[in-house]
């Protein structure tokens, strides 16, 4: 039986496009995606562009992961894990790319440290301690590797030495940073995927729609981002807030808000294994995947970017890894553990 006409147990065409249509209440949001390309076209105001396509992003992420996630569904551990580590934070990474092509330099804000919302619901329940205690290791390694370029900054007597330093130092350390997730998904998908093994689940939708449908929403968020950063500069000077906030707030809403309400979902479920893959492994992706890949593009590009936090942004990322450290030691989640890293 083709694909078109399907079977009893395989999803067909209008299925898959079923599927997708009522994937998620984010799919509301949908109606923002027109509104934000006729607003930058006409010319409206940036505040109002940059609201449009925010809100546009928002269900682009949702359904971008969607389609990642049926395309692994098929492709079997290996290819399909690959492939969620690849577009799992597609958005973060179209975004900055695009904004530190135009001269902003908030990209390395999108670090984010989020777990702790998803022990919030939990009363008492075990997880998995070896696959969590890996993914929150790897966060403390690179959390570490901000904490050389800020010490270096500090004492250096020269400012142009300093900035110099920092730069190769960051450079350096990008690249290993690479090398050490290249070899975590190896570990991941090869030597201990059985550490990580997802609930089995069957695909909702046909090989052919879930790839075309990642073809047309990667196509969109490129379209909707490069709107939002063009849109950034009058943001600033309407609000009145720095582009710091803009990165370090307002931008990571755009990509993981669907991402967050599966977090809460699952920990409602009782799913702790999930929920706590999808927070640190968001983090670690970001933190070992886009963060070295912007430096060296930047490397490349001729636009410096580089590991140094102010000393504030730094100390606060390393206290909150160190708690997700110190938390998840026992394997074990409740509701005060959630408070206090919230």
Not at 92 to 107: K, P, Q, R, T
Not at 173 to 190: E, V
Not at 283 to 296: R, Y
Request: charged fraction near 10%.
């Amino acid at each position: 039986m083709d694909e078109e006409q399907g079977s009893p147990h395989e999803p067909t065409f209008f299925g898959s496009l079923k599927a997708f249509s009522k994937h998620s209440y984010f799919n509301a949001l949908l109606i923002f995606i027109p509104l934000g390309i006729v607003g930058h076209f006409l010319v409206w105001s940036d505040t109002v562009v940059f609201v449009l396509n925010f809100l546009a992003i928002i269900p682009l992420a949702d359904l971008l992961t969607f389609a990642t996630e049926e395309i692994a569904k098929r492709a079997g551990p290996t290819v399909g894990g690959l492939l969620s580590a690849t577009f799992g934070n597609a958005i973060e990474l179209i975004i900055s790319i695009i904004a530190l092509d135009e001269g902003f330099n908030f990209g390395l804000d999108f670090i984010k440290l989020t777990p702790g919302i998803n022990y919030i619901a939990q009363q008492f329940t075990n997880f998995n301690m070896t696959a969590a205690q890996t993914s929150s290791s790897l966060l403390a390694l690179t959390m570490l590797s901000l904490v050389i370029p800020a010490a270096y900054s500090s004492t250096t007597e020269s400012q142009i030495a300093a900035q110099k330093g920092v730069l190769i130092l960051s450079h350096g350390t990008a690249i290993l940073l690479l090398l050490i997730y290249i070899m975590y998904l190896f570990f991941q998908l090869r030597t201990h995927k059985h550490l990580l093994d997802k609930d089995d689940e069957k695909a909702t939708t046909t090989i052919s729609v879930s790839i075309a449908a990642l073809i047309i929403i990667t196509g969109f968020v490129t379209i909707c981002a490069e709107f939002l950063v063009d849109s950034i500069d009058g943001l600033v000077k309407n609000l009145g807030i720095s582009t710091t906030f803009v990165g370090l707030i307002l931008i990571p809403i755009v990509g993981n808000a669907a991402e967050h309400v599966s977090s809460v979902t699952f920990a409602l479920k009782n799913k702790m294994d999930l929920c706590i893959q999808i927070a640190l492994g968001s983090s670690m992706q970001i933190a070992l995947g886009v963060t070295p890949v912007l430096i060296l593009i930047g490397w490349i590009i001729n636009q410096p970017l580089t590991l140094f936090f102010e000393t504030f942004e730094t100390c606060v990322l390393v206290v909150s890894v160190l708690i997700v450290n110190y938390l998840i030691q026992d394997g074990e989640s409740n509701w005060l553990e959630g408070a206090m890293l919230l």
